[in-house]
């Protein structure tokens, strides 16, 4: 009987095993059979190579950080070209038949156009929409030259897929229609937290801060709507004369400084504690503590077509929402959440203030959101279509026989 395949993952802007989406496809894949190894950046005093729960990791340094065209593009350059060579030197030691390549950046396609040469599987995993991205970082014009080349770097990265792993049903309709893939190999894998993502006990001190706690959790960058958020929180304040509060930001990016700075600009910090990045029971701890959570997205090129990971989370937790109005948060919270016009911060601050005072409908609404993470969007849903884009779309029966490019091509290492 012939070995395990093979799957090396790359994720470049997380670290592992803190990039959750990453490190359940891992499991998923090591569970199936396949001997998995993961090449992402460096945390702080993290290890360069371990082995975590059965999967083989390998580091990088990460590039400084910077929010600047000229920044990302040295950081993508640079983890591309780092990210090929500890490829290489991992094919040399353990043997690689697919690359499993998350975004961003839509570069690592190079990778996978190499390997290919010697008859490896090529896994495009589409995290995010990059040209969309920039379109809600820049607001920029879809003919500036930056643009069209992320939609060339994406249409690379589509071209040298044998199998896209879309995130969503916005995302495969990309993949369709800008990528002129076969239907049969995109494959919709969701973000759904899994089944034992439940209520923790909270912190009794932290729920004697105030009446009402209301929670955000997730990066905080320039297109993520903390600054929306921020200025719902002063109309709360000074329009709707509301002192009950305490919202709690958890999460980093580059963008924290700016809306802390926003924060005291406004004269809301003694409604606003922000927790910096935690770890995932933490967290919980402080998402189980908060009566109501938001999602504070504002319309754009990207967040309009994109599953939010916190929404899930709040779900998962029973946690009422309050949404800007965009397709894929609707099809995914549906009724679990109150949809407001998108980026009016007013409203959405009337309708955070509203459920607040609305226990009854706060607890249905939750209800709702338990039921249908539980019944259809949890992780467990997700983890079969993952083993099918790998089985159906790359060729490799789920008993993990060799890839079937080996009969041709003698596997590196």
Same mark, same amino acid.
């Given at each position: 009987?012939?070995?395990?395949?093979?799957?090396?993952?790359?994720?470049?802007?997380?670290?592992?095993?803190?990039?959750?989406?990453?490190?359940?496809?891992?499991?998923?894949?090591?569970?199936?059979?396949?001997?998995?190894?993961?090449?992402?950046?460096?945390?702080?005093?993290?290890?360069?190579?371990?082995?975590?729960?059965?999967?083989?990791?390998?580091?990088?340094?990460?590039?400084?950080?910077?929010?600047?065209?000229?920044?990302?593009?040295?950081?993508?350059?640079?983890?591309?070209?780092?990210?090929?060579?500890?490829?290489?030197?991992?094919?040399?030691?353990?043997?690689?038949?697919?690359?499993?390549?998350?975004?961003?950046?839509?570069?690592?396609?190079?990778?996978?156009?190499?390997?290919?040469?010697?008859?490896?599987?090529?896994?495009?995993?589409?995290?995010?929409?990059?040209?969309?991205?920039?379109?809600?970082?820049?607001?920029?014009?879809?003919?500036?030259?930056?643009?069209?080349?992320?939609?060339?770097?994406?249409?690379?990265?589509?071209?040298?897929? #044998?199998?896209?792993?879309?995130?969503?049903?916005?995302?495969?309709?990309?993949?369709?229609?800008?990528?002129?893939?076969?239907?049969?190999?995109?494959?919709?894998?969701?973000?759904?937290?899994?089944?034992?993502?439940?209520?923790?006990?909270?912190?009794?001190?932290?729920?004697?801060r105030a009446n009402y706690l209301i929670g955000y959790i997730g990066t905080i960058g320039p297109q993520d709507g903390v600054d929306y958020w921020l200025r719902a929180i002063h109309e709360m304040v000074f329009t709707l004369g509301r002192r009950d509060f305490l919202a709690i930001i958890i999460g980093s990016g580059d963008a924290?400084?700016?809306?802390?700075?926003?924060?005291?600009?406004?004269?809301?910090?003694?409604?606003?504690?922000?927790?910096?990045?935690?770890?995932?029971?933490?967290?919980?701890?402080?998402?189980?503590?908060?009566?109501?959570?938001?999602?504070?997205?504002?319309?754009?090129?990207?967040?309009?077509?994109?599953?939010?990971?916190?929404?899930?989370?709040?779900?998962?937790?029973?946690?009422?929402?309050?949404?800007?109005?965009?397709?894929?948060?609707?099809?995914?919270?549906?009724?679990?959440?109150?949809?407001?016009?998108?980026?009016?911060?007013?409203?959405?601050?009337?309708?955070?203030?509203?459920?607040?005072?609305?226990? #009854?409908?706060?607890?249905?609404?939750?209800?709702?959101?338990?039921?249908?993470?539980?019944?259809?969007?949890?992780?467990?849903?997700?983890?079969?279509?993952?083993?099918?884009?790998?089985?159906?779309?790359?060729?490799?029966?789920?008993?993990?026989?060799?890839?079937?490019?080996?009969?041709?091509?003698?596997?590196?290492?």
């Amino acid at each position: 009987m012939s070995s395990p395949a093979r799957v090396l993952l790359l994720v470049e802007n997380n670290t592992y095993p803190f990039d959750f989406r990453v490190r359940r496809e891992a499991h998923a894949l090591r569970d199936a059979g396949y001997q998995v190894s993961v090449i992402a950046p460096r945390g702080s005093a993290q290890p360069w190579i371990e082995d975590i729960e059965g999967i083989s990791v390998y580091r990088f340094p990460a590039p400084p950080g910077g929010a600047g065209v000229i920044s990302y593009a040295f950081e993508f350059g640079y983890a591309t070209f780092v990210m090929l060579l500890l490829t290489a030197w991992v094919a040399m030691r353990k043997g690689i038949d697919v690359i499993h390549a998350a975004n961003p950046p839509d570069t690592l396609f190079v990778i996978g156009a190499i390997f290919k040469l010697f008859g490896k599987g090529f896994v495009f995993d589409q995290h995010d929409l990059a040209s969309e991205i920039y379109l809600s970082r820049f607001t920029q014009p879809r003919a500036n030259l930056i643009y069209k080349i992320l939609r060339i770097l994406e249409r690379c990265s589509y071209a040298t897929a #044998d199998v896209v792993v879309a995130t969503n049903e916005s995302y495969k309709q990309m993949a369709l229609k800008r990528g002129n893939k076969h239907p049969d190999k995109v494959f919709v894998v969701r973000n759904g937290p899994p089944l034992a993502y439940k209520l923790l006990e909270p912190d009794p001190d932290l729920v004697l801060r105030a009446n009402y706690l209301i929670g955000y959790i997730g990066t905080i960058g320039p297109q993520d709507g903390v600054d929306y958020w921020l200025r719902a929180i002063h109309e709360m304040v000074f329009t709707l004369g509301r002192r009950d509060f305490l919202a709690i930001i958890i999460g980093s990016g580059d963008a924290l400084s700016t809306v802390q700075a926003l924060a005291k600009e406004l004269q809301i910090e003694a409604y606003v504690l922000f927790t910096g990045r935690l770890s995932e029971l933490e967290s919980r701890k402080y998402l189980s503590a908060v009566n109501v959570c938001v999602q504070p997205d504002p319309l754009s090129p990207l967040n309009d077509k994109s599953t939010m990971n916190k929404l899930m989370e709040y779900m998962a937790l029973g946690k009422p929402t309050v949404a800007f109005d965009l397709v894929e948060t609707r099809f995914s919270a549906q009724e679990a959440a109150i949809y407001v016009q998108p980026n009016d911060e007013l409203e959405f601050a009337k309708r955070v203030s509203w459920l607040l005072d609305n226990p #009854d409908e706060c607890e249905k609404m939750g209800k709702i959101g338990r039921d249908r993470v539980a019944n259809a969007l949890a992780w467990e849903y997700s983890a079969p279509v993952l083993l099918q884009a790998y089985s159906e779309g790359l060729g490799l029966s789920l008993d993990c026989q060799s890839h079937p490019a080996d009969k041709k091509h003698k596997l590196i290492g």
